[in-house]
C-alpha cells in the first residue's frame, strides 16, 4: 500500500488493488498553501472545518464518508469512532472522528482533529494499529507531549506526524521538531518525498519509527 501525504491532515491511502481513500481535504485559505489534484474512489471527513472537509478538491466523484459506523469501499474496510476535538469533551470545538482502514492486510489510524487527552477508551477502541496518522501541532489538537503520549499507549509500528507548520503554512501551530525531539534520533526517518510504500511484512510489532513525510516542507 501507498500512502501519499497531501499537506495538512490530508492522506491519500491507496491499495494494491489501485483503491484509493483521501483524508480530510483541505481549503488554501486557512492553511496556506494548495492541495496537490487528486482523485479516489473515497473522502473521510474528520470534522466539519474548512481546514478539513473541502471535498470538492477531489475528483473522482468519491463517496463521502463524515458520520459514525461500518463502511465498506471497494474491499477496503472503514470503520469510524468518536472523539473530542478539545479537552473539555467537545464543548468547545465539537467532536472528532478517527477513522481506521484496514488496506492490504494493514491496520491504518487517522486521528483526525483529536484534542482530547490519551485516555483508555480511545486507546483501546482503535487499536491494534500498525501506521498511526496523529496531529501534533497543538493550539487546535494535542500537542507533542500528548502526541508521544498516545503513541506510547497505542505502540504502533510506523507514526507519521501530521497537522504541524510547514514553511508554507499560516496556521499558528507547532512545528514537527517539537514531537520528533521526544524520540530517539535513531527511531526517525526524514523522507525525500511525500510518498511511502509498505508491505504487511514491514511490521514486527517490536519497535515505532518516526516517518516525517516530504523534509522539504520543514523550516
Known amino acids: 500500500m501507498k500512502i501519499q501525504w497531501l499537506g495538512h491532515s490530508?492522506?491519500?491511502?491507496?491499495?494494491?488493488?489501485?483503491t484509493?481513500?483521501?483524508?480530510?481535504?483541505?481549503?488554501?485559505?486557512?492553511?496556506?498553501?494548495?492541495?496537490?489534484?487528486?482523485?479516489?474512489?473515497?473522502?473521510?471527513?474528520?470534522?466539519?472545518?474548512?481546514?478539513?472537509?473541502?471535498v470538492s478538491k477531489v475528483g473522482g466523484n468519491p463517496i463521502v464518508i463524515d458520520e459514525l459506523g461500518g463502511f465498506e469501499v471497494e474491499g477496503?474496510?472503514?470503520q469510524s469512532f468518536q472523539s473530542y476535538h478539545d479537552h473539555h469533551m467537545g464543548t468547545?470545538?465539537?467532536?472528532?472522528?478517527?477513522?481506521?482502514?484496514?488496506?492490504?492486510?494493514?491496520?491504518?489510524?487517522?486521528?483526525?482533529d483529536i484534542g482530547e487527552e490519551c485516555?483508555?477508551?480511545?486507546v483501546e477502541t482503535i487499536m491494534p494499529v500498525n501506521i498511526l496518522l496523529i496531529p501534533v501541532g497543538g493550539k487546535y489538537t494535542i500537542d507533542a507531549v500528548e502526541a508521544k503520549e498516545y503513541v506510547d499507549k497505542i505502540m504502533p509500528d510506523i507514526v507519521?506526524?501530521?497537522?504541524?507548520?510547514?514553511?508554507?503554512?499560516?496556521?499558528?501551530i507547532d512545528k514537527v521538531s517539537d514531537f520528533i525531539d521526544l524520540f530517539p534520533e535513531e527511531d526517525v526517518v526524514y523522507a525525500d518525498s511525500d510518498t511511502v510504500e509498505f508491505d504487511r511484512a514491514d511490521f514486527d510489532g517490536e519497535s515505532t519509527?518516526?516517518?516525517?513525510?516530504?523534509?522539504?516542507?520543514?523550516?
Open 10 to 18: 490530508s492522506f491519500k491511502l491507496e491499495e494494491s488493488t489501485g
Open 160 to 172: 507519521i506526524p501530521m497537522h504541524y507548520r510547514t514553511k508554507d503554512s499560516i496556521m499558528d
Open 92 to 112: 468547545k470545538r465539537g467532536d472528532n472522528l478517527i477513522f481506521k482502514f484496514r488496506m492490504d492486510g494493514v491496520e491504518v489510524c487517522h486521528l483526525g
Open 20 to 54: 484509493s481513500i483521501v483524508t480530510d481535504p483541505f481549503e488554501e485559505s486557512v492553511v496556506g498553501f494548495a492541495m496537490p489534484k487528486v482523485n479516489a474512489n473515497a473522502v473521510t471527513i474528520s470534522h466539519k472545518h474548512s481546514d478539513h472537509n473541502l
Open 76 to 78: 477496503i474496510h472503514i
Open 119 to 122: 485516555n483508555i477508551r480511545v
Open 209 to 219: 519509527k518516526v516517518i516525517v513525510l516530504d523534509k522539504v516542507q520543514l523550516d
